[in-house]
């Protein structure tokens, strides 16, 4: 398994929190992904195979949301 650290800005709620939650949870490849909106980063643990790309691209999809990978 492995954990990847995504940056999220433009997340100001719980709401925000949980919709992008439920949908890294619905992305194959995923286990499990826990959002601190404080801290503006999502920790996404996942099989290597996943799409990162592509988890992006559906959290970004949600709203005005801008996603890079922490480093």
Wanted: glycine share 6%.
């Amino acid at each position: 398994m492995t954990t990847t650290i995504l940056e999220i800005t433009g997340m100001h709620c719980t709401s925000c929190k949980k919709l992008i939650e439920d949908v890294c949870k619905e992305v194959s490849g995923v286990h499990a992904c826990t959002v601190d909106v404080q801290a503006g980063k999502a920790t996404v643990e996942h099989d290597a195979s996943l799409d990162l790309a592509a988890l992006k691209r559906e959290i970004s999809s949600l709203g005005s949301y801008s996603v890079t990978e922490r480093v």
